[in-house]
């Protein structure tokens, strides 16, 4: 929709195809540039406050008498589904 209005007012206003052309292009640019902004920035936020909220949970755990913190498997366990679950939130994002 932005690109069809982008070349109409072009195109009203210039009457040039060539300007209509050129300009539509950069501005489908700028558009898949700023969604794949938003993409990684959407993925550094999840994954910052997934980590935010390791540590806390990690800092309660241990403050209680007589606990340990999870041991190494668990942690890797952990992560590595966070991480699936990252990818996969990008995947989602990514399509139409």
């Known amino acids: 929709m932005v690109l069809c209005s982008t070349a109409l007012i072009v195109y009203s206003a ?6 209509v052309v050129v300009t539509t ?7 898949q540039l700023a969604y794949f902004a938003s993409v990684l920035f959407l993925i550094w936020r999840s994954g910052c406050v997934s980590r935010a909220g390791q540590r806390a949970e990690h800092f309660d755990s ?17 992560s590595a589904d966070l991480l699936q ?6 995947i989602s994002l990514l399509l139409p």
């Open 62 to 78: 241990c403050k209680e008498v007589g606990s340990e913190p999870p041991d190494l498997d668990e942690v890797t366990n952990g």
């Open 85 to 90: 679950r990252d990818q996969m939130l990008a």
């Open 25 to 31: 292009l950069a501005c489908s640019l700028l558009l």
């Open 14 to 19: 210039s009457r040039s195809i060539d300007k």
